[in-house]
C-alpha cells in the first residue's frame, strides 16, 4: 500500500522502502503490485492523529491504520481480487482452537504486536496469516540472510510513518494546527511557568517541560490538560495513580466478555500488563485494576489479555474515555 | 543494431576510419529523420529519450529566451515538469491552457493565453493517454498571430507511429520523437527544428549536436531509430488500417459485453492503437491485478515513483471527477497485436469486472 504520500524517514513509507519490497519480491518471485490509499490514510489517520492533538487526547496512528487501511480497505480489495488471506510481518499469532480464531501475543515479547491487533474480529482473522509471530526478530533476521533478502540487516522501522525524525511530532502538527503556549500549573494553583506548545502535552508526562528535574518523591507529572485555559496541571505521582480505566469503543475477537471476567490490561504499545477484572457490557465499561495504575490519557489504547501459556490471548480492547 | 555495438564498434566524434564508419552511419540515420519530420539534417538533435527532447525544448528555450510558457492541460509530464522546471529556474509564468469533454485543446482558451510576451508554446500531437489527435495546424496559426515571438513545440512522441508527422507538425518550430514509440531501441530520442531556434543546451561537454547536446552518441540506438522510423513511414498505412480495424472491434465489443461502460471522448479523431474507457463502479488499481494475472496488459493513468497509480490528469483535465478517473482502463494496440489478442481481452476484461461488481467474498478458510 502506499499511504503516505509525505516525506518518510521511519523505514516503512518512502520509495526506497517501496523498492526494497519490490526487490524481495522479485527473490521470492512474488508478483508486486502497490494500491495507493493515500486518500483514505489522510481521511482516517492523519486528520485524526492531527484533530486528537487540537483536543488534548492521544492519537493511536497505527490502530487507526490497522483498523481502516489494513484490515478494512486492504483486506477489502483483497476479498474483492479473490485472495484467500492477508500476511502481516506482525510479532504475533493467530491459532484455531475450539472453533474459534484466536489472536494471541507473538513469541518474541519484547517484540509483541498484539496490542495493535486488538480491534480484529473473527471475519478478518480467519484470513490473516501471521508467519514470524512464531518467532523471535533474531530468527527473523537469521532466516532472512539464509535466504539472501537484501532487507535481513535493515533497522527496524521506527514511531509513526508519517512523522520524520529530523522534524518530529511538533513540526508535522505546527504546519497543520496552530500550536499556542499555555502555562504549567499546580492543583492549587501555582504558576510554574510557560509551556511552547499545549497541544504537544500529554496526561502522564514527566519530560520536555521545561521544568528543573527533581528526583522522587516531588518529580512532577501533568495530570489534566485544559486547552480552553490553556493550562497543563502538574501533580505527584499520586495524583496520577487511579483503580481503574473506563473504556469505550470496545471490540472484541471473539465475543464480549463478561461482567467479572479476570484480565490482564495492557495500557499502552509497551507496557506492562496490569491484572485486574473487566467491569462492562459490550461497548464500553471499566477495568478494575488489582492494584493502581497511572492514568490513561483519553484516546490511548487498552488491550484486554486471558493469560494463556501457548501466548497471551486478545479479548479485545477499547480507547480510555 | 549489433554490428555498431560489437564489429563496428567507434566514436562519432573521432577522426580515424571507424571513427567515420560511425559518423557516417548517424548522419544517415539523421537524413531518414529529416526528412521523416519535414526539416533540415542539420536540425536534428539527437538525445537519450523524447522526455529528453522535450526537456531540451522547453528549458533550453525559456532558459534562452525567458517569458511566459503555455502548455496544454494534458502534456505528458515529460513537458510538465519540464515546464515547471522552468518557471521556476527563470521565474516566468506558466499558462496552463485547458481542454474539451473531447480531449482536444480549447482553441478559445488558447488564444486568451497567448500575448506578444510569450516565449514558448508546447502543445502535444497526440495524447498518450486517451490518443486523441490535437488541433495542431489551428494551434500554430493561432500562434503565429497571437504570439508572434513564442516558438512552438509539438511532443510527436506519441503521433509518430500512427501519422505523418512531417505534415501535421509542419506548423511546430520544434518536434520531438522517441523511438521505442515506433519500434525502435530505448534509450533514443530525437529533437527536431524547422527554424533556426537558439537553445540553451541540457547537457555540457564537447561539441556533438553543434554543442545543442553534449556526449558521445549512442551509435547503435540512433541507427535502430532511424531504421524503425524508415519501416513504420514505409508500413503505416496497411499498420493503421489493421491496427485500427483490430482496435474498433476491441471498443465495440468491451462496450456490449460490459455495462454502464462509455468510450472515452468518443468520435474524436483518435491514434489507431488506443482503447480507453471509463468503466462504472471499478477501481482501476484493483482491475489492472485481475488482467495481469489473466495475462492481459493494460494501464489506467500514470504511476508515481512508489509504482502506485494516480488519478489521471488528462482525464481531469476533461472533466472527469477522480471517482470517474479512478474507472479509466487504457488498452494500447502495436506492431504485435493479433485478433486472438482481442478475443482474449473481450473474454477477459467482462468477466474480471463482473468479478469486482459482485463484490465477491471470500469465504473464511477453515484450519488446517
Sequence with gaps: MKLWGGPSDSGCCSVADVEDARRVCQQLGIPHHVFNFTAEFEREVVGPYVAAHARATTPNPCIACNAHLKFDRFLQRARLLGFDAIVTGHHARVTWSGGVWQLRRGKDAAKDQSYVLYMLGQPELAQLRLPVGELTKQEVRRLAARIGLRTADKPDSQDVCFISKAGGRASFLAGRIPLGPGRLITATGDDLGPVDALELVTVGQRRGLGLTPHKRPERRYVVNVDLSNRTATLGALDDLMVRAVALRGLSWTERPLWPGSRVQAQLSAHGVPASGRWEGAGSSGAVVLDQRVRRVAAGQAVVLYAPDDAGDIVAGGGTAA | ?368
Design chain 2, 1 to 368: 543494431m549489433g554490428l555498431w555495438l560489437v564489429d563496428r564498434f567507434g566514436n562519432p566524434s573521432g577522426s580515424h576510419s571507424v571513427a567515420r564508419a560511425a559518423r557516417q552511419a548517424i548522419d544517415e540515420a539523421r537524413d531518414t529523420i529529416a526528412e521523416v519530420l519535414g526539416t533540415a539534417p542539420g536540425d536534428v538533435v539527437f538525445t537519450g529519450s523524447g522526455t529528453e527532447a522535450a526537456n531540451l525544448a522547453v528549458l533550453g528555450r525559456t532558459r534562452s529566451a525567458p517569458g511566459p510558457i503555455v502548455v496544454s492541460a494534458i502534456e505528458h509530464h515529460a513537458v510538465l515538469n519540464a515546464a515547471r522546471a522552468a518557471a521556476r529556474w527563470c521565474d516566468v509564468p506558466i499558462r496552463v491552457v485547458g481542454v474539451g469533454r473531447d480531449g482536444t485543446v480549447d482553441l478559445d482558451a488558447l488564444g486568451a493565453a497567448l500575448d506578444r510576451t510569450v516565449s514558448l508554446v508546447s502543445v502535444q500531437l497526440v495524447n498518450n493517454e486517451v490518443g486523441t489527435l490535437q488541433p495542431l495546424s489551428d494551434v500554430a496559426r493561432l500562434v503565429r498571430r497571437r504570439a508572434p515571438g513564442a516558438v512552438l513545440h509539438t511532443d510527436a512522441v506519441q503521433a509518430v507511429a500512427w501519422y505523418d508527422v512531417g505534415q501535421l507538425g509542419a506548423g511546430a518550430d520544434m518536434v520531438s520523437i522517441s523511438a521505442h514509440k515506433f519500434g525502435g531501441p530505448q534509450g533514443v530520442g530525437a529533437l527536431a527544428f524547422r527554424r533556426s531556434v537558439t537553445l540553451e543546451p541540457l547537457v555540457y561537454g564537447g561539441p556533438q549536436e553543434r554543442a545543442r547536446r553534449a556526449g558521445t552518441h549512442n551509435v547503435a540506438g540512433i541507427v535502430g531509430m532511424a531504421v524503425a522510423l524508415a519501416a513504420v513511414t514505409r508500413d503505416r498505412a496497411a499498420f493503421c488500417t489493421r491496427t485500427g480495424r483490430l482496435r474498433d472491434r476491441l471498443v465495440a465489443g468491451l462496450l456490449a459485453g460490459i455495462p454502464a461502460t462509455y468510450e472515452t471522448a468518443p468520435g474524436a479523431p483518435k491514434a489507431p492503437g488506443h482503447c480507453h474507457l471509463l468503466i462504472d463502479g471499478v477501481e482501476s488499481e484493483a482491475l489492472l491485478v485481475l488482467l495481469d494475472a489473466a495475462g492481459v496488459a493494460a494501464s489506467a493513468g500514470s504511476a508515481c515513483a512508489s509504482g502506485a497509480m494516480e488519478p489521471s490528469h488528462v482525464l481531469l483535465a476533461m472533466g472527469s471527477s477522480p471517482e470517474v478517473a479512478l474507472g479509466a482502463l487504457r488498452l494500447t494496440l502495436g506492431h504485435d497485436s493479433t485478433d486472438a489478442d482481442v478475443d482474449a481481452a473481450l473474454r477477459v476484461v467482462p468477466a474480471a469486472v463482473a468479478q469486482l461488481r459482485a463484490g465477491r467474498y471470500s469465504e473464511p478458510v477453515e484450519a488446517r
